[in-house]
């Protein structure tokens, strides 16, 4: 059974920092791109950023590009993923998700949901102004 399970969400006042992790079981997910979504309030999922499967690439949005850093570890058939988030802005406020795509021998990243496979159930972020 394949499972995501997003924490480290909370409610943090302009400026502050937050780190979310996502603990990912049941796929050997050294062979899984890893990524953050997020989905604020009335609008669509939202690329955030992504790394591929050795860790060694990452890719953010424009809007987060300098502020949020996302880190990986493989364990075999787990693997643990952060997202350090700093100068966090009202902006940011969302439901934050982390996703895992089958990427095999292409050690790549990935930033269009649709490609995702599995999906954690969300974590709130709240930026307060």
């Known amino acids: 059974q394949v499972q995501l399970v997003e924490s480290g969400g909370g409610l943090v006042q302009a400026g502050g920092s937050l780190r979310l992790s996502c603990a990912a079981s049941?796929?050997?997910?050294?062979?899984?791109?890893m990524g953050w979504f997020r989905q604020a309030s009335g609008k669509g999922r939202e690329f955030v950023g992504s790394?591929?499967?050795?860790?060694?690439?990452?890719?953010?949005a424009d809007s987060v590009k300098g502020r949020f850093t996302i880190t990986r570890d493989n364990f075999g058939n787990t693997a643990a993923l952060y997202l350090q988030m700093n100068s966090l802005e009202p902006e940011d406020t969302a439901v934050y998700y982390c996703a895992a795509v089958f990427k095999g021998g292409r050690d790549e990243y990935e930033t269009a949901a649709r490609n995702y496979n599995y999906w954690g159930q969300g974590t709130q972020v709240t930026v307060s102004s």
């Open positions: 049941g796929r050997p997910f050294d062979m899984y791109a």
């Open positions: 790394i591929n499967r050795s860790g060694s690439r990452t890719g953010y």
